[in-house]
């Protein structure tokens, strides 16, 4: 069972799927249950996985299977495999993934409406998104992220709020684009890297491991390393990578393609908000390291300051952004943006502390956003009406769900003792080091992000002072006999969440371990392969 | 550790855990007791408190003067380095140890009377144990990231303590404030950390202290971690935080100013004080000497009993800041501790003063603001004990000999007048500066005491007021004791007794009788001149607003970020969304004109195919009209014409 565990893992979701096709569409709690069991199952292989990793091994439970070969003729032979593995940059994401997505699960209590269909497409949403993390094959890889769409997509049009078509079609055109930019190296790749364990014959192939070393490029192709082809301001590669960074970094989001985010979260249910932020928005930062870097270096290094510098406005614009929000979801949506920044800071470092910083802090930012949207969640279920105007004192109404929201903004704001504080710290650490170990970072880099710190601090006091603390009130046509304290239910969601949190804070070497071999050998190879590149071309 | 220590490392080891974790223990016992059962906490935390304070007193008793104690264990490790989670105890740190867990018990025990029936007690003795723990830790921690992380911990309890009454907007107002002066100042420290780990790679107090290289990065590195300390001890020019920080709970301040939160400060630059080149010292002590000023002179103007004591903390604060720029880092731990004594002593005398009248107020329904001293007079015969207490550890401010502050101001005069050298300087001044602050001192206590306590009763005249409780008043009668000369020296004029050696590390003997007479006469001559200005009061508007730093900050610092915030929140809806609308847009009219050239070109070639073909339908269809005669005619048409086709 060894072989096919990561298998197991990934298709158990799409196999419910199938299997709740045939239930009939009454059946609500058969489809609530049938979803549960795949995410305990998913929990399950993730634990007999986790048993058997060894953190310096690298690449791990890899599959390797034929899937698609092509003769082109004189071209040679297209080739594309199931190609899946796991190494220390996936299985954080993996881990985070089964998590979130059993919370997820647990909050999708509440949806009434058309229940059969909502939880078929969870399901395929499921496989999708822990399928982007496990590829290592460029077309599966790039089959699985575009199969996150359309889920998505129906998920917020047709269970969303009431400006839910606007968001929905903001979202799908944004994260299309995105697509397409990255289609369009994906087939540049292809058809300039050969797969090297296939001797005497031309196979052009996905393979991600073999476009992440530069002597599988084929000479004279569009994208060798070697030769170059010049095509306006920049080389081919450059332009390669420019496409790829910006296909993904509107999936992180990164400050300038963000809008479509506060839109998607303030429309989207809960459980979906809670996907978005946690996962899907890891899909940039986890394709960044995976594909654009690796397969790059070159192009990393030049620009790397540039992403740095897109990275630190990241996090200064979502913070202002924050704080002038008045809607408690659109807030916590700036402050993701905010928080994404930093993965871009820290693998833009090019160091080891910058590169387990962004992984730690994607798992983190994933723990501590859901808690998050699933307290704005909260709020809304129970007076449809999210606008911190409409709220004060709150602490004496529901003093439970006020201490919960205390924890959840003080571990966002990078408190000691919470996972988030580790992933900033090293972050920082790793950014502010870059120039001093030929990193593309210069120091003010860093010191100007730490501003980020000041804002995630006025943006979160200021909305506890407004809604938490001062005299009971409320505005609007909101009754106090909708507040009411958390229930069970919600308690079950949260307290794993802020627990986990504090755990990755006070002790993170199990989960730094982890990451640490991936990181190390990640900042050696970008700057090891990029420099030489660009000295020796 | 090399040498063989001279007590038994394992008990030492638990009592040095004990003390830091027992105040953990008491948050952890306080949030998980029923709140039926909420009443119990007011016993379970001070006795636990009281365990530690035996802990932190065993820990000193064998470490002082001793071999340092260190232990270190992994707590994470990146591509090879480590971060490393350790302890550090060496005199300066085990005399903090005992000092902040004395005075946190004696809060705690002074609590339980002062917050009788409060809604809330779980919460906030809670936080009191969590608020000590993070300040024992900053004081045991052996590496400066673990300093940080108990740093941001110590703002995050301060928070949560300050803003206890949440129902109180004021308090929330100035919890938030209190936190995000705190957070600048972080940053600093973080950009310290940064530095730090970019050149020495290390975070570890004793490794960092052995590289004995004179390096540029270290002014940086220096002065980074010294924002920090401006932040948390609320120097010049982020420290108006904490007079609004006085909306707390009286014991919260009384912890605040005394031991564990203001005085991190203080302690870490001590404790670091090796990283400092002489242009920070200098850095160091200018910031010290301009905050002993302002603090010194807004307490003059001030009317709220509690903003006095707080100026006055700030004020005292600059002093040792100022002390350890002038390289006395010792002279500013002395008077760390003494401060803490005797300020703690004050505050939870102000405490039992507010308590009393509130209590009165609530049998009278005579409302005032029990807190400002224009309404008081005339309280030593209602309120004889909290007057003893107050003149005391007022004494012990003002730095009148035979009390603790006199020896420890002393040592701080001292080490000034040798660092100014004999040539004038610019160093004079801050010398002069300090003579200027220690008689403003006077003069600002002695008015406090004099309106609350002499004179004639005014809204107090018709209440029945009573001495606090007990559980009060021990705690207070304690730190009165502690503010005697008799916890420095056994010579009341000579500050180099029990402690002050223990903490010097490489400076000389400092010890000067012209200063400690010229201190003396001063003081005295202060104390004459307080009596004369009696009952005069300051009106400066100026002054009373501590020179206006937080309507500044408003215009410079708060108005222009809400702007931005609105113009980026702005960016985002008009221009990018613009641009997303108007392409949105243009490819809708795109495909308008395809659309209209599909239907107008394409489908009018295609409708004129469709007419035609129409019409050769309808034609033909003409030939079936559903008659048998024309069928069969049609069929020998077709016939014929068969067979003329055949035969032609």
């Known amino acids: 069972m060894q072989e096919i565990l990561l298998s197991l893992l990934l298709f158990t979701p799409l196999l419910a799927a199938l299997v709740s096709l045939f239930f009939p569409a009454t059946a609500i709690q058969l489809f609530r249950y049938t979803t549960l069991v795949a995410n305990i199952a998913q929990a399950f292989f993730l634990i007999l996985l986790l048993g058997s990793y060894q953190n310096s091994a690298g690449l791990q439970f890899v599959e390797h299977q034929p899937w698609i070969t092509m003769d082109l003729g004189s071209w040679g032979t297209l080739k594309a495999e199931y190609f899946i593995g796991i190494d220390g940059l996936s299985m954080p994401l993996v881990v985070l993934s089964v998590f979130i997505m059993l919370i997820a699960t647990i909050s999708s209590w509440t949806i009434l409406k058309n229940v059969k269909g909502y939880f078929i497409l969870l399901l395929i949403l499921n496989t999708a998104i822990i399928g982007s993390f496990v590829a290592l094959d460029f077309l599966l890889f790039y089959l699985f992220f575009e199969f996150m769409l359309l889920p998505m997509f129906f998920l917020i049009a047709l269970w969303g709020g009431p400006r839910k078509e606007y968001a929905s079609i903001k979202f799908f055109l944004y994260t299309l684009l995105g697509s397409i930019l990255i289609l369009i190296v994906m087939i540049g790749l292809n058809l300039s890297v050969h797969d090297p364990s296939i001797s005497g014959q031309l196979v052009h192939s996905f393979n991600i491991i073999h476009m992440s070393s530069p002597i599988n490029f084929i000479s004279f192709s569009i994208l060798d390393p070697h030769n170059a082809w010049q095509i306006g301001l920049y080389n081919a590669r450059q332009w390669a990578f420019l496409l790829l960074f910006f296909g993904f970094a509107i999936k992180l989001p990164m400050v300038p393609f963000h809008t479509w985010l506060p839109d998607a979260h303030v429309e989207a249910p809960t459980p979906i908000s809670v996907i978005l932020a946690a996962l899907l928005l890891k899909v940039g930062g986890y394709g960044l390291a995976r594909i654009a870097f690796p397969i790059f270096p070159d192009a990393t290094i030049y620009f790397g300051g540039f992403i740095g510098v897109m990275g630190v406005i990241s996090i200064i614009y979502g913070g202002l952004n924050a704080l002038s929000s008045k809607d408690l979801k659109r807030l916590i949506a700036y402050s993701s943006i905010s928080h994404m920044g930093f993965v871009l800071l820290g693998f833009a470092s090019l160091t080891a502390e910058g590169v387990v910083g962004s992984i730690y802090q994607m798992f983190s930012h994933g723990i501590i956003s859901a808690m998050l949207f699933l307290l704005a969640g909260v709020l809304y279920d129970r007076t449809n009406n999210r606008m911190i105007a409409n709220y004060s004192g709150l602490y004496s109404k529901m003093p439970w769900y006020a201490v919960m929201i205390i924890v959840a903004f003080f571990a966002s704001m990078g408190l000691p003792g919470f996972s988030g504080f580790i992933a900033e710290i090293m972050v920082f650490l790793g950014a502010f080091k870059s120039n001093s170990v030929q990193g593309p970072l210069h120091e003010s880099i860093a010191i100007t992000a730490t501003l980020g710190l000041v804002l995630a601090a006025a943006y979160y006091l200021w909305t506890l002072q407004r809604m938490f603390f001062g005299p009971f009130n409320l505005k609007g046509d909101i009754t106090s006999d909708q507040m009411f304290d958390l229930n069970k239910r919600e308690f079950i969601m949260l307290i794993p969440l802020a627990a986990a949190a504090l755990f990755f804070g006070i002790y993170p070497q199990p989960m730094i371990a982890i990451i640490d071999p991936f990181a190390k050998h990640f900042a050696e190879f970008v700057i090891g392969a990029g420099k030489s590149l660009t000295l020796n071309p | ?648």
Request: include cysteine; glycine fraction near 6%; aromatic fraction near 16%.
């Open chain 2, 1 to 648: 550790m090399a040498a063989t220590p001279s007590y038994d490392t394992a008990v030492f080891m638990a009592c040095a855990f004990s003390a830091l974790f027992l105040p953990l223990f008491s948050f952890a016992v306080s949030l998980l007791i029923s709140e039926k059962y909420s009443w119990l906490v007011t016993f379970t935390s001070p006795f636990l408190l009281l365990l530690s304070t035996l802990a932190a007193g065993v820990v000193l008793y064998s470490t002082w003067n001793q071999q340092p104690f260190t232990m270190t264990w992994n707590w994470f490790t990146v591509a090879g380095s480590t971060f490393a989670v350790g302890v550090f105890l060496n005199n300066i740190s085990a005399l903090m140890l005992l000092v902040v867990t004395l005075i946190s018990f004696l809060v705690n025990s002074y609590s339980a009377g002062y917050m009788a029936g409060d809604p809330d007690l779980k919460r906030y003795f809670g936080m009191l144990g969590f608020f000590t723990f993070s300040m024992l830790g900053i004081v045991i921690a052996d590496n400066l990231l673990l300093v940080f992380v108990f740093w941001e911990l110590v703002g995050f309890s301060s928070f949560m303590l300050i803003g206890h009454w949440k129902e109180k907007s004021k308090a929330a107002d100035a919890a938030k404030r209190a936190f995000i002066f705190n957070r600048v100042g972080d940053v600093g420290f973080l950009i310290g950390l940064m530095i730090l780990w970019a050149h020495a790679e290390s975070f570890n107090l004793i490794t960092l202290s052995t590289s004995s290289e004179a390096l540029s990065w270290k002014t940086a590195a220096s002065l980074c971690i010294f924002c920090g300390v401006i932040g948390k001890s609320a120097q010049f020019p982020l420290f108006s935080w904490l007079p609004d920080a006085m909306e707390g709970p009286t014991p919260v301040s009384a912890l605040i100013h005394a031991a564990t939160m203001v005085a991190a400060g203080v302690f870490l630059l001590a404790r670091v004080y090796f990283l400092f080149t002489p242009f920070a010292l200098d850095f160091v002590a200018l910031t010290g000497c301009i905050t002993a000023l302002l603090g010194a002179f807004a307490a003059l103007a001030q009317n709220d009993i509690k903003k006095i004591l707080a100026y006055s903390t700030i004020s005292q604060l600059g002093f040792m800041v100022l002390a350890a720029g002038a390289g006395a880092p010792e002279a500013a731990m002395l008077h760390l501790v003494t401060h803490a004594f005797f300020k703690a002593c004050l505050f939870l005398a102000a405490g039992a003063v507010i308590h009393a009248l509130h209590q009165a107020q609530n049998q009278s329904h005579f409302p005032f603001d029990a807190q400002d001293i224009r309404h008081l007079g005339g309280l030593r015969k209602k309120l004889p004990f909290t007057f003893f207490v107050f003149i005391v550890s007022g004494s012990a401010l003002s730095g009148l000999p035979f009390f603790s502050g006199f020896l420890s101001k002393d040592a701080i005069l001292a080490s000034l007048m040798v660092w100014k050298g004999t040539g004038f300087s610019w160093r004079w001044l801050i010398f002069g500066s300090a003579f200027v602050v220690s008689f403003t001192t006077v003069l600002y206590t002695f008015r406090l005491i004099w309106s609350v306590f002499q004179g004639e009763e005014k809204s107090t005249a018709h209440l029945s007021i009573t001495e606090p409780p007990l559980s009060m008043r021990v705690p207070m009668t304690v730190l009165a004791i502690a503010s005697l000369w008799i916890i420095v020296s056994p010579n009341p004029f000579d500050f180099s007794g029990w402690i002050y050696g223990g903490l010097r590390s490489n400076s000389e003997y400092l010890h000067i009788s012209a200063i400690s007479i010229a201190s003396a006469s001063w003081v005295l001559l202060a104390l004459a001149f307080a009596y004369l200005i009696k009952g005069r009061t300051i009106r400066s508007s100026m002054l009373l607003n501590a020179f206006y730093v937080n309507s500044i900050y408003k215009i410079v610092v708060e108005r222009p970020l809400f702007q931005l915030a609105e113009i980026t929140a702005r960016t985002d809806k008009k221009l990018i969304d613009g641009i997303l609308h108007t392409a949105a847009y243009a490819q809708l009219i795109i495909a308008n004109v395809a659309g209209w050239f599909d239907r107008a070109m394409i489908d009018g070639v295609v409708d004129d195919a469709a007419i035609l073909a129409k019409g050769v339908g309808s034609f033909t269809r003409s030939f079936q009209g559903g008659k048998i005669q024309l069928y069969i005619f049609w069929a020998i048409f077709a016939v014929i014409i068969f067979i003329i086709w055949t035969l032609l």
